[in-house]
């Protein structure tokens, strides 16, 4: 089953990141102002990643229950604010949208028709612009 089709029919925002990436941290802050202010207007935010095969302790070799606590850890411990929005880990995903750097950021609509794909650092006034975008389409 796909990770994603249980979330159909609403608008999504996939934050895609890696727990050792500096941007996808940097990007928390405004992350978390997003999903709050949207989290009444049916946008649903989701936060994909996968593994890399190494955590901070260990720089190869990682098991997967390893990386997954690290993966776990880092989300509570940097994305405060985020604790609502579900961590799918999943390479799968990643290489359907085609991550080639992290943070990448899509915007799908509710029909499923992905209205913005932006890899790298995003600017939270251009997210916003987006999201109404979608939004506004949505009714």
Not at 3 to 24: Q, V
Not at 99 to 117: E, H, N
Request: glycine share 6%; aromatic share 8%.
């Amino acid at each position: 089953m796909d990770e994603l089709s249980k979330f159909k029919g609403k608008p999504m925002l996939l934050f895609l990141w890696a727990h050792w990436c500096g941007d996808c941290k940097a990007q928390a802050p405004s992350l978390a102002r997003i999903a709050a202010k949207y989290k009444d207007r049916e946008l649903t935010v989701i936060a994909p990643t996968r593994r890399y095969g190494y955590t901070e302790k260990k720089s190869e070799n990682a098991t997967v229950e390893e990386e997954d606590v690290e993966i776990a850890r880092t989300w509570k411990e940097v994305y405060t604010g985020l604790a609502d929005v579900p961590v799918v880990t999943s390479e799968a995903i990643m290489v359907r949208y085609g991550v080639s750097t992290t943070p990448t950021f899509v915007l799908i609509d509710k029909k499923g028709t992905g209205r913005m794909y932006h890899p790298g650092r995003l600017a939270e006034s251009e997210l916003e612009l987006r999201i109404e975008k979608v939004l506004q389409a949505a009714k």
